[in-house]
């Protein structure tokens, strides 16, 4: 247990930014609310009265926002080490000295996984849960005189609802690193085939295999199969159709009952059964398996020389 | 105490190059073997065999594991130094303890301490920050600390300064008398560990051209130094290597008793890069190689 915990640390140790930039997020996000998180609505009395539809679920739409950049850094920043991971210890041909450690290809591989695809995003759904509830708090309090369509302000905030946002936040999170699973899986091999530049090999084999494929048969399936991934898994997570602008084929279709897409946010939106009956899940998580044991493969018997 | 390294009928091809051509030898518990070769010559190679780095045809053990097969079992027993400076630059000394003591359950962190005590490397360093000597000591340390059988070194000391290398040496020897420890190591600089080994073993060419321990040197091999008048006599003798020197000839003979060269100039035992320079120009020219230094496969 021990050994793997050291593992871990070995990998945000090498990659510093993996936790500098959600630190430094969370850092500049909290201060500009505090400095400038008081809505001037310059209506110049305290007490301040705003008309119009409040959307119903104004606290969910704050946390959301709140915690959306930090999904997105680690969405990215996850993306880059996957990549890099394998490739920078031939790069720099410390390798060797990781090789001459009591710790089997297996492991180094599955913990570097587990770093880019499942804890970096964790990570970052921790650090966001905490700036939203404190950013959430700092907002309120600046503006805790303001009335919003005959409603105090304060009385919005429901710390119900803000864990309820962080239960379906953090399911999303979990159907998206199912859904992603083989694609980190393939990044990972990418990195530990290329003799140079892994970034090419991450992205120019699908790539080339979208041209070859439009140009022999002029069909789409691999754009599907990788861009209709993405969709799919929204639609298969989430019960979105009910609720969305669009349908399940990405068009725009009517709004529903007269002009409001607000969402309600509630655990009826999840729908995880849906999920996990897909077909699609399945393959797509034992290519990733498949992928990295290859990838094990590789790193144990290729002949750095 | 079993057989530490059994090598048997090795061989490892890269492409149409022979880099280990059907090498046999074994390593007992306790010797310091000098793996001692040229450049290019499959020291590396062997290494790597040893370690479970790279495939090959043949049987090797080494404790008892087939490093190609149990390489994780492998490692808790047996430590390397693949070349100086291969530690990740971005690492600082302090993490670089705590990752080594979190995954190696043999390591002892105050032993390390204490022989990086004796030196100017601070814990806050990063690796990138500490020169390429101090970069071998902080190795060094690491891999002392940690109670493996077996030491596995290849050209620990490339690149390094004289003050470096011979600290580096010291180091080991110091660390080497307090356990028993076996260790294999390779380098092209013969007369630095000349004093250290007592085991040879020279390859050339991906074989083994000589395996002898350094103590059977001095009855195995003879080097004299002609005195003029018999330098026919001295020839008929058959030496396997003939050198001139300042006007002097000085000729190595193999397995021939001493006694029979007496009178015939100065005679003494030569030293291990004397006999690893002569063993090389042998193997490079067939003839001679034919007559009196064949390949010697495994030792008894």
Not at chain 1, 196 to 207: E, N
Not at chain 2, 3 to 25: C, H, P, Q
Not at chain 2, 49 to 71: C, F, H, K, S, W
Not at chain 2, 175 to 200: K, M, P
């Amino acid at each position: 247990m021990n050994a793997l915990l050291t593992q871990v640390r070995r990998e945000f140790w090498e990659h510093r930014a993996l936790w500098i930039v959600p630190v430094v997020i969370a850092a500049l996000m909290l201060l500009a609310a505090a400095a400038f998180g008081r809505i001037q609505l310059d209506l110049g009395e305290p007490g301040i009265h705003v008309d119009g539809p409040t959307p119903k679920s104004l606290v969910e739409m704050l946390v959301l926002g709140w915690e959306l950049p930090f999904l997105l850094a680690a969405a990215v920043q996850g993306t880059g080490y996957l990549i890099d991971c394998l490739y920078g210890e031939r790069r720099d041909r410390s390798i060797l000295f990781w090789r001459s450690m009591p710790v089997s290809d297996a492991s180094t591989v599955l913990m570097k996984l587990l770093t880019g695809l499942v804890l970096v995003p964790l990570g970052a759904f921790v650090i966001g849960a905490a700036v939203s509830l404190a950013g959430s708090v700092i907002l309120l309090l600046r503006n805790h005189d303001l009335v919003l369509n005959g409603q105090h302000v304060m009385a919005l905030w429901n710390m119900l609802s803000w864990l309820r946002m962080q239960g379906i936040v953090f399911y999303g999170l979990l159907a998206a690193l199912l859904w992603y699973a083989p694609f980190a899986a393939y990044l990972m091999l990418a990195s530990v085939w290329a003799r140079r530049s892994p970034y090419i090999w991450a992205v120019a084999p699908p790539l080339l295999l979208l041209i070859l494929e439009h140009m022999i048969f002029g069909s789409n399936y691999v754009g599907r199969i990788l861009g209709g991934q993405f969709h799919e898994f929204l639609h298969l997570a989430y019960r979105l159709d009910e609720y969305s602008a669009f349908d399940a084929r990405g068009t725009v279709r009517a709004p529903r009952s007269g002009g409001d897409f607000d969402i309600s946010f509630t655990m009826h939106l999840l729908s995880p059964g849906h999920l996990l009956a897909s077909l699609r899940l399945w393959i797509g998580l034992l290519a990733a398996a498949a992928m990295t044991a290859l990838t094990i493969r590789v790193r144990r018997y290729r002949d750095e020389t | 105490m079993a057989t530490i390294i059994e090598a048997k009928n090795l061989s490892k091809r890269y492409g149409s190059f022979v880099a280990l051509d059907d090498v046999s030898f074994s390593v007992q518990p306790g010797r310091i073997v000098g793996l001692i070769g040229r450049n290019g010559a499959g020291k590396t190679t062997a290494l790597k065999t040893i370690l479970g780095l790279t495939t090959y045809q043949g049987n090797v053990q080494v404790l008892g594991i087939e490093p190609a097969r149990d390489r994780n079992a492998l490692m808790s027993q047996v430590c390397f130094i693949a070349d100086a400076a291969v530690l990740p630059r971005w690492l600082s000394v302090a993490h670089a303890l705590d990752y080594v003591a979190g995954v190696h359950p043999r390591f002892d962190r105050k032993r390390a301490e204490q022989v990086l005590a004796a030196t100017d490397i601070r814990r806050s360093s990063r690796i990138g920050e500490l020169s390429k000597g101090m970069i071998t000591q902080l190795h060094l340390a690491l891999i002392l600390a940690i109670d493996a059988r077996l030491l596995v070194l290849d050209e620990p000391t490339l690149g390094l300064d004289l003050i470096y290398r011979r600290q580096f040496y010291d180091t080991l020897l110091n660390d080497y008398i307090d356990q028993e420890r076996t260790i294999l190591l390779t380098t092209h600089q013969v007369e630095e560990v000349e004093n250290l080994l007592t085991d040879v073993l020279f390859i050339d060419r991906g074989r083994v051209v000589l395996d002898a321990a350094v103590d059977d040197l001095a009855t195995r091999f003879q080097q004299l130094t002609v005195a003029p008048q018999h330098l026919e006599q001295a020839r008929a003798l058959n030496p396997f290597y003939t050198r001139e020197l300042f006007g002097r000839t000085i000729m190595l003979y193999e397995n021939l008793p001493a006694d029979r060269l007496d009178g015939l100039g100065e005679l003494r035992t030569p030293g291990i890069a004397d006999l690893f320079v002569a063993k090389m120009q042998v193997d490079a020219a067939p003839v001679a190689a034919s007559q009196g230094a064949s390949a010697q496969g495994a030792s008894p």
